[in-house]
């Protein structure tokens, strides 16, 4: 398994690729069978399995979005192969107002060191429980 350092590089990468909007650079983190889950109150497909619904998952994303980013404000160890991340998402509807909104991202390793498993949620403290971790873990 990739060590807590080697996650949280991977993690920082994917983050800048979706940032950038760049799908080849996050498909080269991802394993071939990802998964994604997506908040419930999301417009569109909430689930997401494989490279085709990875590529769906960020057409859903910027199509829905004018403008959307993230921001990794912190990585936790949550097990020999996740990590836990906290961070800021914000974005602009197409023609509405700009949301911002802290969230947990439990994202889970494959042993070659790629990302398998992406779960957001959109309470901190619903992914610090998700992880097996607690405000305590965030000091």
């Known amino acids: 398994m990739p060590s807590p350092a080697e996650m949280s590089e991977v993690v920082r990468r994917a983050d800048e690729a ?58 936790l160890e949550a097990g020999p192969d996740r990590v836990l991340v906290l961070a800021k998402h ?6 509405g107002p700009e949301i911002a909104q802290a969230r947990g991202v439990l994202v889970t390793f494959a042993p070659n060191g790629k990302i398998n498993e992406i779960r957001f949620f959109a309470d901190p403290g619903e992914a610090l429980a998700a992880a097996g971790l607690n405000e305590h873990n965030t000091a």
């Open 18 to 75: 979706f940032n950038r909007r760049d799908l080849g650079a996050f498909r080269a983190v991802a394993a071939p069978g990802i998964e994604i889950h997506d908040l419930p109150d999301m417009p569109t497909q909430r689930g997401f399995r494989g490279p085709e619904a990875l590529e769906r998952f960020f057409e859903d994303n910027w199509g829905t979005w004018e403008t959307v980013w993230g921001d990794v404000e912190r990585i």
């Open 90 to 95: 914000a974005g602009r509807t197409r023609g």
